[in-house]
């Protein structure tokens, strides 16, 4: 027979403790076993609320990059606005412990999340299969900097001081990086807005 704490489980909850042990252990501290603990109830309405664990972690993505949407303006341009957005999206990411569930989170995550800059693109006259390009270049960009930036080791001794920003060969400082990913998204969106220009893509 079910408990009463079962039957007034809701998907929100059950998400919202996943992602606390998440905060606490990594991905391999979430099991439907472990959710269920933290929450006082037995595994079994876990599943028919949420899946299987890989719904879970869907379920964990999709909460995470939930309105990754920075303050826009009319007047400002998707050049300008979409190095913001993947700061956003860097920030979100980077709040996980683990950074598998940053390659792991399904398309739809992603998708979603992008839809406020492909808007801003599409605003400023970019054709959509070029916005939708443009974004998953940024988009992965953004994911693969933070899954490498999670293994990321600083210099040993402290930043050097010969040497520009990331350009030290024996490690990257938090602030390294902060220039690095600004220099990244730089140069993607650069090159974005000078081939979108140059091959007539905005219309």
Request: one cysteine or more; hydrophobic letters at 45%.
């Amino acid at each position: 027979m079910a408990k009463p704490a079962d039957l007034e489980l809701d998907a929100d909850q059950i998400v919202a403790a996943a992602i606390s042990i998440l905060g606490e252990g990594g991905l391999d501290a979430v099991s439907m076993r472990s959710v269920a603990a933290r929450l006082g109830v037995s595994p079994v309405p876990l599943y028919s609320r949420v899946g299987n664990k890989e719904a879970l972690i869907e379920a964990i993505a999709d909460r995470l990059l939930a309105d990754l949407a920075p303050p826009d303006s009319a007047d400002q341009p998707w050049t300008a606005y979409a190095p913001r957005w993947a700061g956003e999206l860097r920030t979100r990411l980077g709040q996980l412990r683990d950074s598998r569930l940053v390659v792991a989170a399904r398309r739809q995550a992603y998708v979603e999340a992008s839809r406020p800059l492909l808007e801003t693109m599409r605003r400023d006259g970019m054709a959509t299969d070029a916005a939708v390009r443009a974004c998953r270049l940024i988009m992965w960009a953004t994911v693969g900097f933070v899954a490498l930036e999670a293994g990321a080791q600083p210099p040993p001794g402290g930043p050097s001081r010969k040497v520009r920003a990331g350009g030290d060969a024996q490690g990257v400082s938090a602030a390294d990086a902060d220039t690095l990913f600004q220099l990244h998204i730089r140069y993607l969106v650069e090159g974005i807005a000078r081939d979108a220009h140059t091959t007539g893509e905005e219309q």
